[in-house]
């Protein structure tokens, strides 16, 4: 029984029942598994696409194998480790294990078969490509409930007018629902990118010319066959590469995620701001201790959680992009060790999105807060007052205005006063008194 306490890394321990169905996606298990459904996908490829002097398989032979790959469980991947431990290689431990069972079930005339012709950057290349797709896909889909709600949310307030803020002061006011709505367009937008991008795989070989495809099957063009292969697995293969696929693709998903996670932390600020000045309330949770000597407090740990945890996982994913497409000749191993840690980068930002979703769900408008902060606040119309000046062609609109204004209070009667003193026409000045901060938010409600 794994013990979480004990675990250095808190994805883990503290977080590990957040990320549990995310941690299959990119354990040691399941980049055992992919290297095996690999080599046994590449062993009947060749096998059936007549490799020079290959030995047919019967339809009895293939089901026997897929049988197999079928079955892999836990108990495969331990002997994989352990076969791994021995020969200090990964990948040959996978081919050591399918060979290992084609010997004990009558089907050694196929061993020479498998792992023919590759590299082990091949099986990588490609195990990764399959990885990183389904955390990626992963990370997708929790991003498109988390912009569900904040749409959701942008729809319900988008009546809610509220005193806006430009430098922490004052200003024009808005609803909460158009700027919530700010954040889904924002977020909409990159998914639509990330979803765009193609993970990519080689097949080349040691230095990526094909030399061992080609010997191996000298009738047909290598590349072509490689594409072929690369192609079941709905997975774009990089015709020209060195001994490792330049891993471009994954620096445009983690500039994409940095994006993405940078959209999240700044509605994460934004709440935490709202929240700090009463403009939304906390909904409290019984049980739940916001201090351990104030037990007033409610604090917006959700979004604090959130912004947290993408700052981890946008240091990991600003260095992926910057190593991993780069790399000595026509290769070194720091990108090895480097891979294996994507999946920690998206461990991190999925936390991060439930924090903000399960913080989303705990507000809620403190409208009496949100009124007394419009009412105090008159001096918000010297914008449009000085607009309906100036197209009244009157002198100096901005600067009496500010001279009513900046610094100053400006309360209701004065402001009616003022509006009343000026020689406009009759629609305008109608208009103006009929202005009130709560219904001078342009057409934010309007907004889509």
Sequence with gaps: MNNSLNNLSPLDGRYSDRISDVALLFSESALIQKRFDIEIEWLLFVLNENFYQTIKISKKDIKRIKKFQADFNNSYAK???????????????????I??????????KFVSY?????????????????????????????????????????????????????????????????????FNKRLKRQLVIVKNIKPMAKWGGATGNYHTIHIANQKRDPVTIAT?????????HNKVTTQIEPHDWI???????????NIVDDLNKDMWLYIANDIYALKTVENEVGSSTMPHKVNPIDFENSEGNIGLANALFNYFAEKLSKSRLQRDLSDSTTIRNVGVAFGYSIISYKSTLNGLNKISPNKKKIKDELNENWSVLSEAVQTVMRLENIDNAYEKLKELTRGKSL????YIEFINDLNISSKNKEYLLKLKPENYVGVAPKLK
Aim: aromatic letters at 8%; hydrophobic letters at 40%; charged letters at 30%.
């Design 79 to 97: 002997k994989i480790k352990s076969i791994e431990n021995k020969t200090n290689h990964d990948v040959k431990a996978v081919e050591y294990f």
């Design 99 to 108: 060979n290992d069972f084609l010997k004990k079930n009558g089907l050694e």
């Design 114 to 182: 498998v792992h023919l012709g590759l590299t082990s950057e091949d099986v990588n290349s490609l195990a990764y490509a399959l990885m990183i797709r389904d955390i990626t896909d992963k990370s997708i889909s929790l991003l498109n409930e988390l912009n569900k709600k904040i749409k959701f949310l942008a729809t319900k307030y988008k009546n809610i007018s509220f005193l806006a803020r430009t430098h922490g002061q004052p200003a024009s006011p808005s609803t909460l629902g158009k700027e919530l709505l700010v």
């Design 228 to 236: 072929k292969f690369i192609r079941k697995f709905n997975i774009e």
């Design 251 to 261: 620096a445009e998903i983690s500039h994409s995620f940095i994006r993405i996670n």
């Design 411 to 414: 309360n209701k009667q004065k």
